[in-house]
Nanobody, 121 residues
Framework: QVQLVESGGGLVQPGGSLRLSCAAS????????MGWYRQAPGKERELVTT???????SYADSVKGRFTISRDNAKNTVYLQMNSLKPEDTAVYYC???????????????WGQGTQVTVSS
């Protein structure tokens, strides 16, 4: 079993910054894709950004140039640096990871419990 634990959410003023972290623990051989999703009230969960094990990244158009995803493979941790935050970034942010628990075993997808980010003056 694998657990993903997020931290770093909170309340920030427009234009401010926050850094989210997500640490994976449990039986882990390798984590391929890691990413962040978000869900605003009354809206569907949407993909924000992803990062592969070799560091290739992709971003939703709405966050390009403002958000940066990174990961520390030795710590099984992914980060999301969020700058120039806007009120429309307000949402619960969820960490997601594809985890291979043993060599040759098919990867399973896991979610964190979510962390609230509120951008408001």
């Amino acid at each position: 079993q694998v657990q993903l634990v997020e931290s770093g959410g909170g309340l920030v003023q427009p234009g401010g910054s926050l850094r989210l972290s997500c640490a994976a623990s449990g039986i882990i051989y390798r984590i391929s894709l890691m990413g962040w999703y978000r869900q605003a009230p009354g809206k569907e969960r949407e993909l924000v950004t992803t990062i592969t094990s070799d560091g290739s990244t992709s971003y939703a158009d709405s966050v390009k140039g403002r958000f940066t995803i990174s990961r520390d493979n030795a710590k099984n941790t992914v980060y999301l640096q969020m700058n120039s935050l806007k009120p429309e970034d307000t949402a619960v942010y969820y960490c997601n990871a594809n985890v291979e628990s043993r060599p040759g075993l098919r990867s399973r997808n896991y979610w964190g419990q979510g962390t609230q980010v509120t951008v408001s003056s």
